[in-house]
């Protein structure tokens, strides 16, 4: 049996965009591999420095909250040392390496809020600062990850934005109590 009508005659729902063909969708820019693990490095950079503060705070805390607050953060610098290990698997995976050293890996991502004061209320307002830059910085991450066609990168960070600003909520509520 042969078909003898014609394919451009099949009706089409009005809201169905026609595919772009395949030179055009290769034209569209999209960001590199190169592009995205600078970016995963440099967030890794960040994640690691976040783990060494959320560690830090968990020493130094004091008050009538310390136990909560303690426990909090221990949960917190692990989960960090785990985000970092995982951005650090995604470099891996795509046949990059991450700096060998603390130096070259502080060098990665400048900037980061350090915390200048032991008073308890000062401590977790910078981390809690740093958590919310850290999840905006994974939904751009993300975007660039969608962009480099990385799904699996681009899922992990939807996870990472999730896990910085539910941390952020905790240090919200606990700060405005």
């Known amino acids: 049996m042969t078909y003898s009508g014609s394919f451009e005659s099949t009706p089409q729902p009005a ?3 026609e ?3 395949l ?3 290769e034209a569209a820019p999209r960001a590199s ?3 995205l693990i600078h970016e995963l490095v440099s967030l890794g950079s960040y994640v690691n420095q976040l783990y ?3 560690h830090l705070i968990h020493l130094n805390v004091e008050g009538p909250l310390f136990l909560p607050i303690h426990k ?3 949960d917190q610098y692990n ?3 785990e985000q970092f290990d995982t951005i650090g698997e995604f470099v891996r995976s795509m046949d990059y390496l991450m700096p060998m050293c603390a130096c070259g890996l502080a060098d990665a991502y400048k900037g980061f809020n350090n915390v200048k004061s032991y008073e308890t209320r000062e401590m977790l307002t910078v981390y809690l600062k740093n958590l919310e830059l850290g999840g905006m910085t994974a939904k751009d991450v993300g975007c660039l990850a ?3 066609e990385a799904p699996d990168v681009e899922n992990y960070m939807a996870d990472l934005v999730k896990a910085m600003f539910k941390a952020s909520w905790f240090l919200k509520a606990t700060l405005r109590g």
Do not use: G, K, T, Y
């Open 33 to 35: 591999v190169e592009d």
């Open 19 to 21: 595919m772009p063909a």
């Open 52 to 54: 060494l503060q959320s």
């Open 146 to 148: 969608r962009e480099a």
């Open 72 to 74: 909090f953060l221990n």
């Open 79 to 81: 989960d960090h040392i």
């Open 15 to 17: 809201d169905m965009q």
């Open 23 to 25: 030179e055009e969708r």
